[in-house]
Nanobody, 128 residues
Framework: QVQTVELGGGLVQAGGSLLLSCTVS????????VGWFRQAPGKEREFVAA????????FYADSVKGRFTISRANVVNTVYLQMASLKVEDTAVYYC?????????????????????WGQGTQVTVSS
């Protein structure tokens, strides 16, 4: 059974930084592309960033481009989301989603339906 676990959420002041991690486990010799999504209270879930397990290509939502960085360590099937210059509007529950498909420019990496496995989410709260 595949498990996707997010770590690293918390409370931070505006302008600060947080590092989220997402570890996918359960199947040996299988790597996963990972997408990060977030959902703020009263709002729909939105795409944040994604990275392909083979291509290594990274994609970002315009709202986080230049502030967030996604990276991966395939050996341990872990993906990181370094968040800097955080804003109050970044406050949300952040979800990690994984899928064995690679991510390229033509895949639907920005849609939730692309991913098979989802984590429980981690709260990120940015105070003013």
């Amino acid at each position: 059974q595949v498990q996707t676990v997010e770590l690293g959420g918390g409370l931070v002041q505006a302008g600060g930084s947080l590092l989220l991690s997402c570890t996918v486990s359960g199947r040996t010799f299988t790597y996963y592309s990972v997408g990060w999504f977030r959902q703020a209270p009263g709002k729909e879930r939105e795409f944040v960033a994604a990275i392909g397990w083979r291509s290594g290509l990274a994609f970002y939502a315009d709202s986080v481009k230049g502030r967030f960085t996604i990276s991966r360590a395939n050996v341990v099937n872990t993906v990181y989301l370094q968040m800097a210059s955080l804003k109050v509007e970044d406050t949300a529950v952040y979800y990690c989603a994984a899928d064995p498909q690679d991510i390229t420019h033509t895949t639907g990496y920005y849609t939730g339906s692309f991913y098979e496995h989802w984590g429980q989410g981690t709260q990120v709260t940015v105070s003013s």
